[in-house]
């Protein structure tokens, strides 16, 4: 499984991005679908999660209420929209698969597969 982050850009503090997961060749509907961020000299971290069948979400704390992950119906692209950004949100954000079930905050040693990140820089 191939996995493509696009959407990072730069964006004022307050503004809205939207970053999307898109498979390479082979299909990832039967897949969980992770977001994670990696701010410099920080370890990568958990944001947001959508299961398989795209009715769980799961979001980290400081991100709840701002941001939203959501696939689309043919459950081939997956979403997360990041609004009211704080300059705290610049990252690379990377989006990860995990096959096996997900029910919550995933662990970076839980994804079976990555896609390259994308980078968001929030300016205050």
């Known amino acids: 499984v191939q996995l493509q982050a696009s959407g990072g850009g730069l964006v004022q503090a307050g503004g809205s991005l939207r970053l999307s997961c898109a498979p390479i060749?082979?299909?990832?509907?039967?897949?969980?679908i992770a977001w994670f961020r990696q701010a410099p000299g920080k370890e990568r971290e958990f944001v947001a999660a959508v299961n398989w069948r795209g009715a769980g979400t799961y979001y980290v704390d400081s991100v709840k209420g701002r941001f939203t992950v959501s696939r689309d119906k043919y459950k081939k692209i997956v979403y997360l929209q990041m609004d009211n950004l704080k300059a705290e949100d610049t990252a690379v954000y990377y989006c990860?698969?995990?096959?096996?079930?997900?029910?919550?905050?995933?662990?970076?040693?839980?994804?079976?597969?990555w896609g390259e990140g994308t980078l968001v820089t929030v300016s205050s």
């Open positions: 060749g082979r299909a990832v509907s039967s897949y969980n």
């Open positions: 990860a698969a995990k096959y096996a079930a997900l029910a919550g905050v995933a662990a970076v040693s839980d994804m079976d597969y």
